[in-house]
């Protein structure tokens, strides 16, 4: 479905002889349909009409005088703007074709076309003077052949955007282009009512100081409009910190304004904390000096917080503003964990036993390895006296069999019968 980025003024629309003729009276926009045929004349430069279709009905195809056909999703994207609803195909045609045309489909018997011939875009005009931060309530209308529209095939899937262009003191600069928010005609937030041609949000000016030209648009797949302004954005009139909570009293919030810019004695604030769970408590406070200070009720949750807040003044010039302060953050540490003394002491003596039992273990392999090496050294010993007794019991024997072999040896015998030598 093709957007279309710009919009003219419908010129003219001239019936022919027969629709003039029919019976049924007509509103001065719309054209009662014969063999689903109508006819633009030449220097129209657009045409936006309103097709009914029978309920359960497929789409509708248009075709031009030259017999050529216009699709809801095939048809020239910069020249036709094509939007369908549950019951209604909403058409817009720029520089139509001169001509004759028809409307093929499941057309409701009682059908015409409805034309949007002057549909204009209105908006109550912003302060020129406004601050970074500020929260701005924009309301714009939908104004068609003079009247608010309210019919719902007009505001269908109506929006309406905001942005800012800059505009540089400099040549040469760069100009900035931020788009602000988009907001729809729902009934939410600020919108009162839903599909009521009337657009209000809720806007926030996140954007650095300087000039700038305020654009705001509305408009759906069949039609766009847009307005401009232009304002000066100053930085913000205020000081703002957030002392982190202590043992004795929750965070501090503390808020120093500039006199100059706005009446001290106006101030108020009011804002919520989130939790770590999500959960917010709400908390307001006022003051009548330049210095405001609250503190906030102490957390007992562990984890991360966030203080929203929104300050609520009176300019010198006597304008009401409301300015969002930037989002803080806190977080609470769990508390360190002290063991009992008794707990200590038998701590201590678990391992003054411990020690001790290292302390025997270790004594009594000593005495082990002591016992072994003397069990060692008295069977070397043993040994070594065994052989000794072995060996003395051995050299005795020798020397008694010796003497023994010297005992029995016969006497050498003497013959007397022989002279001497």
Not at 70 to 77: C, E, G, M, V
Not at 198 to 212: H, I, N, Q, S, W
Not at 278 to 303: D, Y
């Amino acid at each position: 479905m093709a957007s279309i980025k710009q919009a003219c003024l419908l010129l003219s629309l001239l019936m022919t002889p027969w629709l003039a003729a029919a019976e049924e009276p007509v509103g001065a926009a719309d054209i009662p349909l014969l063999a689903n045929r109508f006819r633009i004349d030449h220097g129209v430069k657009e045409v936006t009409f309103i097709i009914k279709r029978i309920e359960g009905g497929g789409p509708v195809i248009l075709v031009r005088p030259d017999g050529s056909k216009l699709y809801s999703h095939r048809h020239p994207a910069g020249d036709v703007g094509w939007l369908q609803t549950k019951d209604a195909e909403l058409i817009t045609v720029r520089d139509p074709m001169p001509g004759p045309w028809q409307a093929i489909g499941n057309i409701d018997p009682d059908n015409r076309v409805r034309l949007l011939s002057d549909i204009e875009l209105q908006y109550d005009p912003l302060p020129m003077r406004v601050f970074q931060s500020e929260i701005l309530k924009v309301t714009s209308r939908v104004i068609i052949d003079g009247a608010q529209a309210t019919d719902k095939d007009y505001v269908s899937d109506l929006g309406m955007t905001l942005r800012l262009q800059s505009l540089p003191h400099t040549e040469g600069a760069e100009q900035e282009d931020i788009q602000v928010g988009h907001y729809l005609d729902n009934g939410q937030d600020l919108d009162e009512r839903p599909h009521d041609g009337v657009l209000t949000a809720r806007v926030v000016l996140e954007a650095d100081p300087g000039k700038y030209r305020a654009i705001i648009s509305t408009g759906n797949e069949v039609f766009v409009r847009a307005r401009s302004q232009e304002i000066f954005i100053y930085p913000q009139p205020f000081q703002y910190s957030l002392n982190p909570p202590t043992e004795k009293e929750g965070p501090k919030l503390s808020l120093l304004v500039d006199r100059e810019e706005l009446d001290p004695g106006s101030l108020a604030v009011t804002g919520q904390v989130l939790d770590p769970s999500g959960v917010a408590t709400p908390f307001n406070g006022s003051g009548t000096e330049q210095n405001l200070s609250l503190t906030l009720t102490k957390p007992e949750m562990v984890g991360l917080y966030q203080v929203q807040a929104t300050l609520l003044a009176t300019t010198k010039g006597g304008r009401e503003v409301q300015l969002q302060l930037p989002q803080r953050e806190f977080s609470i540490s769990p508390k360190p964990v002290i063991e009992p003394v008794v707990s200590q002491a038998a701590s201590a003596a678990e391992a003054t036993e411990h020690a001790n039992e290292e302390g025997t273990s270790l004594w009594v392999w000593i005495a082990a390895g002591v016992g072994v090496l003397l069990l060692l050294l008295a069977a070397v010993g043993f040994i070594l006296m065994q052989k000794r007794k072995a060996l003395k019991k051995a050299l005795a024997a020798r020397q008694a069999a010796e003497e023994q072999a010297s005992a029995k040896a016969p006497a050498s015998e003497v013959d007397l019968n022989q002279p001497e030598q």
